[in-house]
């Protein structure tokens, strides 16, 4: 009756980098056909409550690959089980379940991408988009031995941002971190970039 | 909430959960002529009564509103939404810790009295209403809450 007939996949894991989070498991190889995974979700919530509740997963159920972008299904700051399973026609694998609840505060936070250029004299920056819940803190400062450095949070990646107004022959660098206040946590700075009035820019 | 702090909530991914499913939940509430959070519940609350009012409710939707729903056979899209909030809310929760000092009992009372006004208008109707009006009213909860949402 197509009962746990598959073999069930195998080292399920998630990778977690700037709150995007990705299942991943061991590709289940079988002769013949191509092979389809489910997966599906508990939060605290479900587990606590009505545990015998799960969630297909918004884009793997099914899906062919050995992987599955479970950030939509992640939606809160809480522990999460999640499950996944061989099927093929009418057969299916047991579950195999992620060893350890994955919470969306253990992302790993990498510093962003940004561009800093110059438009006349205005220092602009723009930063990489990494969705709403990041916001980012940009230092900058004029390149001369003492110089003061300046501070500003910047709500969101993908637009530009005019930071300052430049005196000829003068050089400015800046670096930026990623903040996350869904999980209190920021990233690491950014490598500084400079750019001068009248030259290129210039990476350190 | 007043003395409660409360981080790591993203409140428009909760607008986000509820609005996905308003139009559904609030169709199967057929009776316009009653309110659960009326007005005496939870409009001019003091900030210190915040935080036993919000543990309150949320409790209440965690332990009935939800769970209930969770029993039914609702639509896949309903119980992402459920999902969400039901896991937000229990962050909330974990994070409330309302005071238990003596010289709070007076405003721990009137909190309580502002719950039973909504536990009874919500026993007073029947099952299936009742959870269907609880969940549908989840935008009068969110705008409340939001008050006390502060930008960090």
């Known amino acids: 009756n197509g009962v746990a007939v598959l073999p069930a996949p195998q080292n399920l894991s998630v990778h977690s980098t700037n709150m995007k989070h990705l299942l991943t498991w061991s590709p289940v190889i079988l002769p013949g056909e191509m092979t389809f995974y489910s997966v599906e979700y508990q939060g605290e919530y479900e587990s606590l409550y009505t545990s015998h509740v799960w969630i297909p997963s918004s884009s793997c159920s099914p899906t062919n690959g050995s992987e599955c972008d479970i950030t939509d299904d992640i939606t809160a700051t809480v522990p999460y089980n999640l499950r996944v399973r061989t099927t093929r026609d009418s057969q299916t694998s047991a579950w195999s379940t992620l060893e350890h609840p994955f919470n969306r505060n253990s992302t790993v936070l990498m510093p962003p991408r940004m561009e800093v250029t110059k438009d006349g004299f205005h220092l602009v920056l723009e930063l990489e988009d990494l969705g709403p819940q990041f916001e980012f803190l940009v230092v900058y400062w004029r390149r001369e031995p003492g110089a003061k450095e300046h501070a500003k949070v910047v709500r969101r990646g993908g637009i530009p941002v005019h930071l300052e107004t430049m005196d000829a022959g003068a050089a400015y660098c800046v670096k930026a971190q990623a903040l996350v206040k869904t999980i209190g946590r920021h990233s690491a700075f950014s490598q500084a970039k400079c750019v001068e009035v009248q030259g290129e820019s210039l990476p350190l | ?152």
């Open chain 2, 1 to 152: 909430f007043g003395p409660c702090q409360v981080k790591g909530v993203v409140l428009s991914e909760l607008w986000k959960a509820f609005w996905a499913v308003k139009n559904t939940v609030q169709a199967q509430d057929n009776i316009t002529s009653i309110r659960l959070l009326k007005p005496e519940v939870l409009p001019n609350i003091s900030d210190a009564e915040s935080c036993f009012v919000a543990h309150a409710l949320l409790k209440f939707y965690l332990n009935v509103v939800f769970k209930n729903y969770y029993n039914k056979r609702v639509e896949f899209k309903i119980l992402k939404s459920l999902s969400t909030l039901a896991n937000n809310f229990i962050l909330i929760i974990s994070k409330l810790q309302p005071s238990q000092e003596n010289e709070m009992f007076a405003i721990k009372e009137s909190a309580h009295r502002r719950f039973l006004l909504f536990q009874r208008a919500f026993k007073q109707l029947d099952i299936e209403a009742a959870l269907a009006k609880a969940f549908g009213e989840m935008d009068i909860l969110l705008t409340w809450m939001e008050k006390f949402y502060h930008q960090l």
